[in-house]
């Protein structure tokens, strides 16, 4: 019997792909649609695939193999995003090179993928790490070091819309009259530019770290300690398209959630930049400011503040300035030094995203100096704390605790004064405040101010108009824009990133280094271990760093998310070495239609990429503002479902809902300890939503699925599924687990059913019972029965109505119900054979070629035309109609499809139930839907 082997011919169709380069897409196809479709490439990590990977590769890869039938030209790369942390940590491990580990990497990556099928164009394989490739990320760098952003400049882009704002080349940059230093103005307003921030240091990583990778202190990877201090780093202007970035995301297709979740991460808020003295002559500041007005920078006897509720400026009782704020040094009295000074070392080990824990208790020390509150002209004590940030705002905030809960709780603990500014009603203005309330109301207790000013009794919106006009009269404050989004620090302390293309001459002067002399490839490194201190392991290759006498090259590597930025625009034009990409081609193929990933990518890649494709766009290098039209996240796949159940000490089960959670484990409810026992799935069975065991179904059980990791030994190496069933039934049952946007359970024993599926569908072709293979004697060439005709019909349209939209699970169904409904018949037409296999194809492509192949096909069917059907064979030829009497169903009828009003009734008058419930009742009204319902209206009940 010729079995389904799906090693044999799994490899025999992989091999015809590679060799004939079956999915080679070519540059323009004229006539044809094109697509763009897209995976998010991945980090070829030293543990190769596991499972969860081919969830989102399987489902572009049906999309394309689809349309490619539909006639469309598809363009279907694949790539490796390859620099980063991990290969450098694994490299001083174990003491080989990245390079070496990070190629073996991508060998296997590539291996494992080519095993599972997928039409990717091999011919444009990208890999971040390649000098051909950061030759280009290189060249966009250069980019945004020669734009500045004007915000003011209006413009028509190429498809006709009217925008405001734009990149344009640092020389048009205006230089202010009486600007000493031309070349410094330029270079501080460049959209790559160098600044001393403050950073997460990890001296044993020997780098800065996101926030992202920080948790209580200590690096996300390794858990080592992490110290917070500053640096002179490279810094990406992203937040001079902050404004685009939140807008413009409504032009594209993607989640909801998706787009709320960058729009947060931006986080625009509108409200005022206000000025606190801190120098020896208030009079004489005030009268500066009200004839010169409002200055860009405060200057050294002003702390600057922004904040959305100017109207609460009155209830403003004490300052906050973040701890590293470089005033706090200047204005700390002696007798507060050490305490500031021990409270700056504390803080230091914090990430941001533990400073603004709103659960953690408020901490802060007095630097004992004060600042003047510019609308009541009082003094107001001046304080630093760990919750208001250096990155965020100005570093300093006006604190108003009787209506800002931070604030509130702050104020209490130290004693500090709280005022009631806002309230519902004018009668409230005496009323104690038993918390903040943030609340917009009416301004109360806002008047007796400099100059006479008062808000009291306006609305908050009125009385923030107010209040900001008269400090922008009196130059103390200004209506503006803030943004939680900061400029992205993009300098990484490492050896295996791309190299900076920048020269670093006397007095920190900047210079590009020419396009010609690109790439500036990585110097080869023995060592490149971290010292410990922020030095980059690229300052021991002293040769390379000396560039001239006179420039020095910048030792700094750019962080991996630098050759993800832009992947998209290589794949259009992989080999060109002239330049990134070809225009023309960029025209055609841009933006992706389909990109595909996992959310966890929501921000800071999407909002990344968004903002280097806007600068290529302003610059005129790309056709399209946004680079990804539509975007679908795939669910992520958990491990197997462990279930756990629970004993007390004399080993009797204890019911899950008897059981709590304790600091030592678990305990029954009652206080006593329980032990959890892993349980083996033969030993539950479901009972309701839940599972019970199966041999005390009143014993409930814990049942749940975990992220697949190593450390809970839950990985299924997609390999081993292969070996076993075969890439078909890998890709199969990814997609019939569920919706592919839902997190989902992996169960090897649905990767069973699966195959049996398929092996069912291959004996429904194959003759089973025969010593060679060859097609089975039932399937003839012979006419479609109307029977058969219909159900070949409705699986060709339902089928192509899920994979448009990518509905997967569901087409896998349909096909299941075909192989079930053909396989009893005697006679199957070679016609409708030759259906299912194509609508096969997508999902199963590997034994789909084979049956193809076996039906009298000489081709690939990769390009075969998609089946049609006749839309009159949807219809049915009969159809079921409820019949009411008085609203209620009392009956069913078939009638023909086609049947009038009267025959309809007539049928329904007829029914046996329905003649007893009418007989001796008087018919006020027939009411009769064809194809829809009967409706007897009589008298009396029914």
């Known amino acids: 019997m010729p079995a389904y082997h799906v090693q044999r011919i799994e490899k025999k169709w992989q091999a015809y792909w590679e060799r004939n380069k ?93 095993s599972l099928g997928f039409s990717y164009d091999w011919d444009r394989e990208i890999d971040t790490t390649d000098p051909h490739y950061y030759k280009w990320t290189q060249w966009i760098f250069l980019q945004l070091f020669d734009t500045w952003y004007d915000p003011d400049f209006a413009w028509t882009d190429p498809d006709g819309r009217s925008r405001t704002g734009k990149g344009r080349p640092i020389a048009e940059l205006p230089i202010p009259e009486g600007t000493t230093d031309p070349a410094a103005y330029r270079d501080s307003k460049r959209l790559a530019y160098r600044a001393e921030v403050p950073v997460n240091w990890c001296p044993e990583l020997g780098t800065v770290l996101a926030n992202e990778e920080v948790i209580d202190g200590k690096s996300e990877r390794g858990n080592h300690p992490v110290v917070r201090m500053p640096l002179k780093q490279w810094m990406l202007r992203i937040t001079a398209y902050a404004d685009r970035l939140a807008e413009e995301i409504e032009f594209v297709d993607w989640p909801r959630a998706i787009k709320e979740m960058q729009r947060n991460w931006i986080g625009r808020s509108e409200g005022a930049e206000v000025d606190f003295f801190v120098g020896p002559d208030v009079s004489q500041w005030r009268e500066a400011r009200r004839a010169g007005g409002w200055p860009e920078s405060p200057g050294s006897d002003a702390i600057r503040v922004f904040t959305t509720r100017p109207d609460t400026l009155f209830g403003a009782t004490y300052m906050v300035l973040a701890p590293e704020h470089p005033l706090v040094d200047r204005l700390t009295t002696p007798e507060q030094r050490e305490a500031v000074e021990a409270y700056r070392r504390a803080t230091s080990g914090k990430s941001d995203l533990d400073r603004t824990d709103l659960a953690k208790t408020k901490s802060g020390v007095a630097i004992g100096a004060s600042a003047v509150n510019p609308v009541t002209g009082q003094s107001v004590p001046i304080w630093i704390a760990d919750y208001v940030l250096m990155g965020y705002g100005t570093g300093a905030i006006m604190a108003v605790p009787g209506h800002d809960i931070r604030d509130f709780e702050f104020a209490q603990k130290f004693a500090l004064p709280i005022l009631r500014v806002v309230a519902r009603s004018a009668d409230l203005a005496g009323a104690a405040l038993e918390t903040a309330e943030s609340e917009y109301g009416i301004a109360v207790n806002s008047h007796g101010g400099v100059d006479g000013v008062s808000i009291d009794g306006l609305p908050t919106d009125q009385a923030k108009i107010r209040i900001t006009a008269w400090l922008e009269q009196q130059g103390l404050g200004h209506k503006t824009v803030n943004y939680k989004l900061r400029d992205w620090l993009f300098s990484r302390q490492r050896y295996w990133g791309e190299p900076f293309p920048i020269l670093l001459g006397e007095g920190e002067t900047l210079k590009a280094v020419p396009e010609a002399e690109l790439p500036v490839l990585l110097p080869e490194l023995a060592d490149f271990r971290p010292s410990g201190k922020p030095e980059p392991p690229l300052g021991k290759a002293t040769d390379w760093i000396q560039y001239s006498s006179t420039y020095q090259r910048e030792t700094n590597t750019m962080p991996q998310w630098a050759g993800s930025c832009w992947y998209f625009l290589r794949y259009l034009d992989p080999t060109n070495d002239e330049r990134p990409w070809n225009p023309e081609l960029e025209k055609y193929w841009m933006p992706v239609d389909l990109y595909v990933g996992g959310a966890e990518h929501a921000v800071l890649h999407l909002l990344y990429s968004r903002f280097w494709h806007k600068l290529l766009f302003d610059r005129g290098h790309v ?11 795939q669910g992520m796949i958990l491990g197997e479902t462990e279930y756990t159940g629970y004993q007390d000490e004399s080993d009797r089960w204890v019911s899950v809902p008897k059981v709590k959670e304790t600091e030592h484990g678990h305990a029954h409810l009652d206080g006593h300890p329980v032990k959890a026992v892993k349980l083996e799935p033969e030993q539950v069975v479901k009972k309701g939503e839940g599972f019970v065991l199966a041999d005390d179904p009143e014993i409930r059980i814990d049942a749940r699925a975990h992220k697949m990791s190593k450390a809970r030994g839950n990985v299924i190496n997609p390999d ?74 409705r699986t060709v349209a339902a089928v192509s109505d899920d994979l448009d939209a990518m509905r997967f699970n569901t087409a896998i169904s349909r096909l299941m119900e075909f192989t079930n409904a053909f396989t009893g018949q005697d006679v199957r037409p070679k016609s409708a054979m030759e ?54 169903v009392r009956g069913r009828v078939v009638v023909p499809a086609d049947a009038g009003r009267d025959a309809i009734e007539a049928a329904a008058r007829a029914d046996e139930k329905v003649a007893a419930l009418l007989e001796g009742k008087a018919i006020k009204k027939v009411i009769v839907v064809p194809g829809k319902l009967v409706n007897f209206v009589v008298a009396g009940p029914s």
């Open 22 to 114: 079956t999915f080679r897409t070519p540059d323009v196809s004229p006539g044809k649609p094109k697509l763009y479709v897209l995976d998010m490439f991945p980090y070829p990590s030293g543990a190769g695939l596991h499972v969860g990977h081919p969830e989102g590769y399987t489902a572009t890869d049906i999309v394309c193999r689809y349309k490619r039938m539909r006639g469309f030209n598809v363009l279907h790369p694949m790539g490796w995003d390859a620099f980063g942390l991990p290969a450098e940590q694994y490299a001083i491990k174990t003491g080989t090179h990245p390079r070496i580990t990070t190629q073996n990497n991508i060998d296997n990556f590539r291996r494992q993928i080519k």
């Open 623 to 633: 056709s399209t503002p946004e680079p990804f039209q539509r975007l679908v996240n």
């Open 835 to 888: 259906t299912f296999t194509l609508l096969l194809a997508p999902m199963a492509p590997h034994i789909a070629e084979e049956l193809w192949e076996l039906l009298g096909h000489g081709e690939t069917l990769s390009y075969h035309p998609w089946p049609n059907f006749d839309p009159a064979l949807l219809k049915d030829d009969e159809v079921e109609i409820p019949v009411q009497v008085n609203g209620k």
């Open 720 to 793: 081993i599924v292969v070996d076993e069933y075969g890439a078909d039934s890998l890709r199969l049952y990814e997609m019939f687990m569920g919706p592919l946007e839902a997190v989902k359970p992996w169960n090897m024993k649905g990767v069973e059913g699966v195959f049996r599926f398929l092996s069912r569908a291959w004996r429904m072709i194959v003759d089973a019972d025969s010593e060679e293979l060859r097609v089975d004697s039932k399937v003839q060439d012979v006419a479609l029965t109307p029977e058969q005709a219909k159900l070949v019909a």
